[in-house]
């Protein structure tokens, strides 16, 4: 049997198949009140009815300081629940799990008033962040347990933790960009303290699977190494984090140099020498290179994100291209058996 269409269990979510859609800002919120849009509805369903077994909404806001964007979608109200719980129906419709990132953006936020661990901006074109007191960060360690709530009663199945791509925890992990001198600055040991909390207090909420998307490669001398990664990886499976999803960059501008499958090697590596599920992405675009993946125990999960806008239906080309005989939706079926 092809192992990328294998079922595969966290806690007592199984999802039917390894095939995740990646979370993606769609910044699509028709009003800054963050609230899911009939846009936002088709688009995850949609991937659900193509046969992805984990179809992971994009990152969503905890705070309303927390949005990438004035048109991002929020978890920070109870005005969220019922949109929310819509995208996880619709999901669930079609044999597919639901899960939804929670995310504070940080120093990346595009809003007037921005917040950071240190005073230091991203680059020329963005504000300067307000450094965090310890007051604002105990109530973004609370908002993100709210988020947790919420997305419980909007019947989502996994919860992902935003910690890469440079925004608010990947700014706290990183010594590029946490010059702070009290207990969540300096040592790595202080750096992780943040996200630490931040799963902890989640925990109090939901007892569900809970993935991390960390950055493996921050593409500066400075920044951390693997080693460090690795540190934190460790930390998180001594918390319980039930898979970590590998991606890289967004801390600092950096020039990368992107080809297929070029983050997988930090997937494997995490996942060997921690012991600890990981979820492989970026630029995975095919049915024998995920498989490839998944067969020689590199990864556990394909996060597929381009290639899912490109084609919906990128679940039903990889099995043809495999050969595998995937099962289709119901309505689909007389369009699916000889294609």
Not at 75 to 102: E, F, M, N, P, T
Not at 270 to 297: D, F, M, P, R, Y
Not at 318 to 330: Q, T
Request: charged share 25%; glycine share 8%.
């Amino acid at each position: 049997m092809y192992k990328l269409f294998s079922p595969i269990t966290f806690k007592q979510v199984t999802l039917k198949n390894r095939i995740v859609m990646s979370p993606m800002c769609m910044y699509s919120c028709e009003s800054e009140n963050g609230t899911v849009q009939p846009f936002h509805i088709t688009h995850y369903e949609s991937r659900a009815a193509g046969q992805v077994g984990l179809v992971m909404v994009e990152a969503t806001a905890v705070q309303p300081e927390g949005r990438i964007s004035t048109r991002d979608l929020g978890i920070w109200s109870d005005d969220h629940i019922q949109g929310l719980k819509q995208i996880s129906d619709r999901v669930h419709a079609h044999g597919a799990k639901s899960s939804i990132q929670l995310a504070h953006a940080g120093r990346k936020a595009e809003l007037e008033t921005i917040h950071a661990p240190s005073s230091i901006r991203f680059n020329e074109n963005y504000q300067t962040p307000k450094e965090m007191t310890v007051e604002d960060i105990e109530e973004t360690i609370i908002s993100f347990k709210r988020g947790a709530q919420r997305a419980k009663e909007a019947g989502f199945d996994i919860i992902e933790i935003h910690g890469a791509h440079g925004y608010l925890i990947n700014q706290f992990l990183s010594p590029l960009t946490n010059h702070r001198n009290d207990q969540y600055g300096g040592s790595k040991e202080n750096r992780y303290r943040l996200l630490s909390e931040i799963i902890d207090r989640v925990k109090e909420e939901w007892d569900g699977p809970i993935f991390v998307r960390i950055s493996t490669n921050e593409y500066n001398a400075e920044g951390n190494s693997l080693d460090d990664i690795t540190y934190f990886a460790k930390r998180m499976k001594e918390q319980g984090i039930d898979l970590i999803d590998c991606s890289s960059g967004g801390v600092v501008p950096a020039t990368i140099s992107a080809y297929p499958g070029y983050q997988v090697p930090a997937a494997e590596k995490i996942k060997q020498k921690v012991t600890i599920a990981t979820g492989a992405v970026g630029l995975i675009t095919s049915g024998i290179q995920a498989e490839e993946i998944i067969q020689n125990n590199r990864a556990d999960l394909i996060f597929v994100a381009r290639a899912l806008l490109r084609n919906p239906y990128w679940s039903k080309a990889a099995a043809d291209e495999l050969g595998y005989s995937l099962d289709a939706p119901k309505q689909y079926i007389r369009g699916w058996k000889n294609g």
